[in-house]
C-alpha cells in the first residue's frame, strides 16, 4: 500500500471546524497566495500555472493554464465562469470545498482573474447545496469587507465583483456551455463547438474561462510555493494532487486527498486510511473510476496508479474523482439501469440521439429488469449506443452536442461485454450480440459463462 | 397570486444590477419567487418578465426546465431521496420504500396535510454518505428507517425549525456588497484591457537572432 506524505494542498484546513470564517482562514496563510500573485505581473502568475501542469478537476481534465492561453488577445471583456454545479453520480467533493473552504475558492478565483484579467467572475454554485451558498455568501461579504474583493483589491488597481449565483437543478448545466446558457437566463441546453468554444465565444458571446471549484482552489497554494513545488507532487500526465470521493461497498467509505500518480485504485479501495477494503470482506464485482460517465474498471485495474493518461489508455477516465465500489453481491442489471435513468432524465432534449435514445435505453433495460426482456434486447441496447456513440469506443464519438448522450452507453457497454450472462439469465434465454463494441463482435452467446478470471494488467 | 413583495421588488433590483445583462438575473429571481410563496405562481413570473424585461413566455420557458422549482404548491418540507448509484448500492431504494410508507405517499405526492412532498431525486453529492436525503435541500447523511421517522416527528413537532426553513428558503444569507467597494458589472460591449494588465505589460517576447 502506498500512502505518501504529499502535503494536502487543498484540504488542509478540513481539520478546523471554523475554517469556513475569514478569522480561520487569515490564520492559516489565508491570502497569501493573493499577495504573492500581485506582487508579479499577471503573465508570470499564468506561467506558473502552467509549469505546475494543473489539470481541470471537473471531468475532462484539460490544463488549466493552456485553457486560459486560448481567450483572443485583444478581445474585452473577459469573463470567469465558476462551475460549481456538482452533480455527476458518485462525485462529492466541490460541495466539501464550498462549505469548508470558501475563502480558498474565493481567493483562487481572484488569482485566476488576476493572471488572465477576467473582468467578472460568477460563481455558479449548484441549486440544491443551500449550507454551500450560505458559507459562501458569509465568505464573500466577508472578503468585500475586508478589501479582497471589489473595487481597489489590497489597495492595487485589480478591481473585480464576484457574483454568486445558483442554479435550480438540471446535470447537464455542469457541461460548460450550458452553464453559460443557464447563467444568461437561459434553459440550460449546450452550444455546438465550434463556434462556441467559450474562450472564444462564451458569456455574452466574450472570452470566457470556465474552471471547475476544486481547480481554482489549488491555485492560493501554487501562487505561495510555486508551480514548480506542485509538479514535484505525482506524475508525468497528472501533477499535485487530487479529491476521490469513494462511496459504495467500502468499509470507509470518504473523500480523501491523494498523491496524484503515485497512489493506486487498490490504495484507494482497501488501504486503511482510504477505503478500507471491501465490506464485509466480500469478492469485487467491479468500479467505476471516475463518475456515472466512466467505462468500468475490474480486479485487474486495481493496480494502475491515479493518473490521467495511464487510466485513459486502459479504456476509461478519472473524471470528476469518483470512484463507485460494487462487491460481488450487486445486481448488475439493475446497477446499469439505475445509471443509465440517470441520463435519460437529465437529457436536455436538444440532440435527437441522445433524447430519444437514452430514454429507449431506460425502458429496455427497463424490461430486463423485471423479468420481460427479450432475446433481441442486448443487440437493440447495443444498436441504439451505437447510433448516439459510433464504434461504442473509448475515448467515446458522439452524434451529438455534449457528451451527455455518450455518458449513457459507458455503463451499458461495460455491463454487457462482462457480466452478459446475468442479462441472459435475467432475460431467461441466451442473447445474441451482433453490434460491435470497439470493434469486438460476437455472432452468439458464449457456451460458458463471461470471464470471471481477472487478467493480469496490461499497462 | 403574488407579485414580488415591495421589499422583494428592492430586492430583485437590486440583484438585477449585479449583472451585465438583466436577464442573467431570472433564475435568481424565480428563487426569490419561490422563497416568497413556496412555490412559482404565474403572476410572480410575470411580475418578473417586467422587471427583467423579457416577456412571459421567455420566463416560464426557463423556469420549467429547472426541476427546482415548482409551479404548483408542494410540501412545507420537500423530501428528496437520492436512489441513485452510490445510494442504491447501500439501500437508496428501501429508504424511499420506507419514506413513502411512513408518509403514505408516493415519490411526487403531497400528504393530504401539505406537510410533506417526496422526491426520488438524481445523486445529492453526499456519496460517502450513503443512504442519504434532503429536508428543502438540507442534508441528512447516512439515513436510517428509524432515524427518518425521528426526523419526521421533529419536523411535525417545530423543533428543526431552526435548521430547516419552509420550502422556497435556500441560502439565508444573502450577497451583501458594501456600495463604496462595487467594482461593477463588466458589459459585454466596448471594454477595454483591465487596468492591472495595462499597469503591468507583458515584456515583449525575446527577438531570435
Given amino acids: 500500500m502506498t500512502v505518501t506524505d504529499a502535503p494536502k494542498i487543498i484540504t488542509g484546513r478540513f481539520g478546523h471546524d471554523d475554517a469556513h470564517t475569514l478569522e480561520r482562514y487569515l490564520a492559516t496563510g489565508g491570502y497569501d497566495g493573493l499577495r504573492a500573485a500581485l506582487d508579479r505581473r499577471p503573465d508570470e502568475v499564468v506561467q506558473e500555472v502552467k509549469t505546475a501542469s494543473l489539470l481541470g478537476r471537473g471531468g475532462a481534465g484539460f490544463p488549466a493554464g493552456v485553457k486560459w492561453g486560448f481567450c483572443p488577445p485583444g478581445v474585452w471583456p473577459r469573463y470567469l465562469v465558476v462551475n460549481g454545479d456538482e452533480s455527476e453520480p458518485g462525485t462529492y467533493k466541490d460541495r466539501l470545498l464550498m462549505e469548508r473552504d470558501p475563502h480558498q475558492l474565493i481567493e483562487g478565483i481572484l488569482i485566476a482573474c488576476y493572471a488572465v484579467g477576467c473582468a467578472q467572475a460568477f460563481l455558479y454554485v449548484r441549486g440544491e447545496m443551500a449550507l454551500a451558498q450560505e458559507r459562501l455568501a458569509a465568505a464573500l461579504n466577508e472578503a468585500y469587507e475586508a478589501g479582497y474583493v471589489g473595487r481597489g483589491i489590497l489597495g492595487t488597481d485589480f478591481s473585480l465583483d464576484i457574483v454568486l449565483h445558483w442554479g435550480a437543478g438540471a446535470y447537464i448545466v455542469g457541461e460548460e456551455t450550458a452553464l453559460i446558457e443557464s447563467l444568461e437566463g437561459n434553459r440550460g441546453m449546450p452550444r455546438l463547438k465550434p463556434p462556441f468554444f467559450p ?261 | 397570486m403574488a407579485r414580488l413583495s415591495p421589499d422583494n421588488v428592492t430586492l430583485a433590483r437590486e440583484i438585477i444590477a449585479r449583472y451585465p445583462r438583466p436577464k442573467s438575473a431570472l433564475i435568481p429571481l424565480l428563487h426569490l419567487a419561490q422563497e416568497q410563496d413556496g412555490w412559482v405562481a404565474t403572476d410572480a413570473m410575470e411580475h418578473i418578465a417586467q422587471l427583467v424585461g423579457v416577456s412571459p413566455a421567455e420566463v416560464i420557458g426557463t423556469c420549467s426546465f429547472y426541476e427546482m422549482f415548482k409551479r404548483e404548491p408542494v410540501g412545507t418540507y420537500l423530501v428528496n431521496v437520492c436512489t441513485n448509484i452510490s445510494c442504491l448500492l447501500l439501500g437508496g431504494e428501501e429508504l424511499l420504500e420506507h419514506v413513502e410508507h411512513t408518509l403514505g405517499v408516493r415519490a411526487g405526492g403531497t400528504t393530504p396535510d401539505g406537510s410533506f412532498t417526496v422526491e426520488d431525486v438524481e445523486c445529492i453529492a453526499a456519496c460517502t454518505e450513503a443512504p442519504c436525503l434532503q429536508v428543502n435541500y438540507r442534508y441528512r447523511h447516512r439515513v436510517t428507517p428509524e432515524g427518518f421517522d425521528q426526523l419526521v416527528e421533529d419536523l411535525r413537532a417545530g423543533r428543526l425549525a431552526e435548521e430547516i426553513p419552509p420550502h422556497g428558503t435556500l441560502a439565508r444569507i444573502r450577497q451583501r456588497v458594501p456600495a463604496e467597494r462595487v467594482a461593477g458589472p463588466a458589459s459585454p460591449v466596448g471594454g477595454g484591457e483591465p487596468a492591472w494588465l495595462a499597469s503591468r505589460p507583458a515584456p515583449p517576447p525575446e527577438k531570435v537572432k
Avoid at chain 1, 274 to 285: F, M, N, S, V
Fill in chain 1, 199 to 459: 474562450a472564444a465565444k462564451g458569456l455574452y458571446l466574450q472570452p470566457t474561462i470556465v474552471n471547475n471549484v476544486e481547480t481554482l482552489s489549488n491555485l492560493p497554494w501554487i501562487a505561495s510555493n510555486g508551480g514548480t513545488a506542485f509538479a514535484e507532487l505525482g506524475a508525468e500526465t497528472s501533477r499535485g494532487t487530487r479529491m476521490f470521493a469513494v462511496s459504495g461497498h467500502v468499509r470507509n467509505p470518504g473523500v480523501f486527498e491523494v498523491e496524484f500518480g503515485v497512489t493506486t485504485f487498490r490504495d484507494l479501495l482497501y488501504a486503511p486510511v482510504y477505503g478500507g477494503g471491501i465490506r464485509g470482506g466480500a469478492a469485487l464485482k467491479a468500479f467505476i473510476p471516475g463518475g456515472a460517465s466512466a467505462p468500468w474498471f475490474y480486479e485487474e485495474h486495481l493496480d494502475l496508479p491515479l493518473e490521467a493518461g495511464v487510466v485513459g489508455k486502459a479504456g476509461s477516465m478519472l473524471g470528476s474523482g469518483a470512484v463507485v465500489v460494487m462487491d460481488e453481491t450487486t445486481d448488475v442489471v439493475k446497477a446499469c439501469l439505475r445509471l443509465v435513468r440517470f441520463f435519460a432524465r437529465e437529457s436536455c432534449g436538444k440532440c435527437t440521439p441522445c433524447r430519444e435514445g437514452t430514454s429507449w435505453l431506460e425502458k429496455i433495460l427497463q424490461r430486463i429488469h423485471e423479468g420481460q426482456g427479450r432475446a433481441s434486447d442486448l443487440d437493440l441496447l447495443l444498436d441504439i449506443s451505437d447510433n448516439i456513440s459510433p464504434t461504442i469506443d473509448w475515448p467515446p464519438k458522439q452524434t451529438t452536442i455534449c457528451p451527455l448522450g455518450p455518458s449513457a452507453v459507458s455503463p451499458i457497454a461495460s455491463a454487457i461485454t462482462r457480466f452478459r450472462h446475468e442479462f441472459e439469465a435475467r432475460i431467461g434465454a441466451p442473447a445474441p450480440v451482433t453490434v460491435a463494441i470497439a470493434g469486438n463482435a460476437y455472432t452468439a452467446a458464449p457456451a460458458t459463462p463471461a470471464p470471471a478470471e481477472p487478467e493480469v494488467a496490461g499497462v
